[in-house]
């Protein structure tokens, strides 16, 4: 397998953070009903992304992965935060729980609320499943303990990932081909569209169908040649009238691979010029989708001085 295409096979980051914002309530119902259930959804909710820039710890606890933080209410009206963990580059990591305790206590420090802390964990070891921080020294305590849920333990539960109506079914079943079919392209190709033609045939708004698509899509990258033969296979399905909305979907893609070039020229010219490009800054132009700005983005990238005068023009 090429380097390219190992590269692609493990960028699992951006999807996961995207499908995490679309459908928040149904992530924690599927992953983390006790944390659902507290949770007044009647009320609206809100993602602190910049919350991240002040509990990022430092570079020597790990590397962040994909984070989120919301901002929710509670049934009695208090104010709560969540914050979210997914271990998603299949790597252990012994710090892992240190950097669930420092984000926790953090935003507990900064806002003086009460926190919930929860991992997905969707590495390769079965057997790296922690759950808690903590240490006693001279008498004095500290623990932490959060929820996490396994990837790999829904194998043994394909059948209930077919039928549920929840899309982070079809998200969890189509993470799991894309890590059984690393060394597989062809494999995958047929899972692919395995995956979906289900979708389809769930009858999901429209609106819904795009969104999961594009998850699919994202992380069941496969080379060129077999990515021609995964678009003819949706077309021949299309004309059969078996499936609705091919081609706003491929019109879509097209659009964000249009957008996704923008970000990658933006982010190449930084690094080229500065070699060290801040996460925070990275993270800020990939959720850009606004072609006129990248490209103003990418002027200005060109000619400042600094990256710190480059991330003045993000603010």
């Not at 597989?184 to 999901?204: C, D, I, T």
Request: proline share 3%; aromatic share 12%; with cysteine.
């Amino acid at each position: 397998m090429t380097e390219q295409n190992t590269k692609q096979n493990t960028n699992y980051d951006s999807p996961w953070k995207e499908i995490i914002e679309d459908y928040f309530p149904q992530f924690l119902e599927f992953f983390f009903h006790d944390a659902y259930v507290e949770i007044d959804w009647e009320r609206p909710y809100e993602f602190l992304d910049k919350e991240l820039q002040q509990l990022e710890p430092d570079a020597e606890i790990g590397k962040r992965l994909v984070d989120k933080v919301a901002k929710v209410w509670l049934f009695n009206g208090e104010e709560a935060w969540v914050l979210i963990h997914v271990e998603v580059q299949g790597q252990y990591d012994s710090e892992f729980p240190l950097r669930m305790y420092i984000y926790n206590y953090r935003l507990f420090d900064r806002h003086k609320k009460r926190v919930i802390s929860l991992a997905v964990l969707a590495d390769n070891n079965i057997n790296w499943k922690p759950s808690s921080y903590g240490y006693q020294l001279g008498g004095c305590q500290v623990s932490l303990e959060f929820p996490t849920v396994k990837l790999l333990d829904y194998e043994s539960q394909w059948e209930s990932l077919e039928e549920t109506e929840n899309p982070f079914g079809l998200d969890v079943m189509a993470h799991l081909k894309t890590k059984a079919t690393s060394q597989n392209p062809e494999s995958r190709l047929q899972w692919k569209l395995r995956l979906v033609r289900s979708l389809f045939a769930k009858g999901y708004s429209r609106e819904k169908i795009i969104g999961l698509f594009r998850f699919i899509d994202w992380i069941m990258y496969l080379p060129e040649e077999l990515a021609d033969n995964f678009k003819v296979e949706l077309r021949n399905d299309e004309e059969a009238n078996r499936m609705r909305y091919v081609t706003s979907i491929e019109r879509m893609a097209k659009e964000e691979g249009v957008i996704q070039t923008h970000r990658e020229n933006v982010l190449e010219t930084l690094t080229t010029r500065f070699e060290e490009v801040p996460t925070r800054v990275v993270e800020a132009v990939n959720i850009i989708d606004d072609v006129a700005v990248l490209k103003s983005l990418l002027r200005r990238a060109i000619l400042v001085g600094s990256i710190a005068e480059f991330e003045d023009e993000l603010i």
